[in-house]
Nanobody, 126 residues
Framework: QVQLVESGGGLVQAGGSLRLSCVAS????????VNWFRQAPGKEREFVAA????????FYGHSMEGRFTISRDNAKNTLYLQLNSLEPEDTAVYYC???????????????????WGKGTLVIVSS
């Protein structure tokens, strides 16, 4: 059974930074594409970033490239999301998600992802 556990969320002032982590177990992590999504209160789940199984390619949602950086350490079965220059609009629960296919292409749609963590809350105060 694949499990994903996020951590690193918290309260930060606008302009600040956070580093989110997601530890995976129950699978060969290095074979799967993984994404970050977020969901703000009253809004739909939104694509944040994706990274290919080897980590060689990354993709970002609108307005996030340049402020957010996705990375992975396959030796540690861990996915990261560095959040910089945070804005109040970034307040949301951040989820990591894994594609169950081996070496599948990256996707931005939540419905395509097979495994989800429970999320970590990021609150950005103005």
């Amino acid at each position: 059974q694949v499990q994903l556990v996020e951590s690193g969320g918290g309260l930060v002032q606008a302009g600040g930074s956070l580093r989110l982590s997601c530890v995976a177990s129950g699978t060969t992590f290095s074979l799967h594409g993984v994404n970050w999504f977020r969901q703000a209160p009253g809004k739909e789940r939104e694509f944040v970033a994706a990274i290919t199984p080897s980590g060689s390619h990354t993709f970002y949602g609108h307005s996030m490239e340049g402020r957010f950086t996705i990375s992975r350490d396959n030796a540690k079965n861990t996915l990261y999301l560095q959040l910089n220059s945070l804005e109040p609009e970034d307040t949301a629960v951040y989820y990591c998600a894994a594609d169950g296919r081996i070496n599948g292409p990256p996707h931005i749609l939540p419905d395509v992802m097979d495994y989800w963590g429970k999320g970590t809350l990021v609150i950005v105060s103005s």
